[in-house]
Nanobody
Framework: QVRLVVTGGRSVQAGGSLRLSCTIF????????GAWFRQSPGKEREGVAYIDNYGGSVYADSVKGRFTISADNYKKILYLQMNSLKPEDTAMYYCAYDLRGGLQLRGDYSYWGQGTQVTVSS
């Protein structure tokens, strides 16, 4: 069984930075898909960033150039570095993980972490 624990969300002013971490407990194969999603009240869940075991990444247009996803395969941690934060980045952020590769920003991940709230004030 895979379990994800997410940390790092907090309140920050616009223009600031945050780093979210997602620690993966349990079996972690060579091939995987890892991603960050977010959801704010009244809006659909949005895929933010994706990484695979080869280090390939995909980003939503709304965060390109500001957010960076990375993975420490040895420690089994996914990171989301968020820079130049905007009020519209305010949302609950979720980490997602799957033993299948290539899922990118599709929502059908098998494992999800608990959400962490990111609030960006203007």
């Amino acid at each position: 069984q895979v379990r994800l624990v997410v940390t790092g969300g907090r309140s920050v002013q616009a223009g600031g930075s945050l780093r979210l971490s997602c620690t993966i407990f349990g079996y972690a194969p060579i091939t995987f898909s890892g991603a960050w999603f977010r959801q704010s009240p009244g809006k659909e869940r949005e895929g933010v960033a994706y990484i695979d075991n080869y280090g390939g990444s995909v980003y939503a247009d709304s965060v390109k150039g500001r957010f960076t996803i990375s993975a420490d395969n040895y420690k089994k941690i996914l990171y989301l570095q968020m820079n130049s934060l905007k009020p519209e980045d305010t949302a609950m952020y979720y980490c997602a993980y799957d033993l299948r590769g290539g899922l990118q920003l599709r929502g059908d991940y098998s494992y999800w972490g608990q959400g962490t709230q990111v609030t960006v004030s203007s």
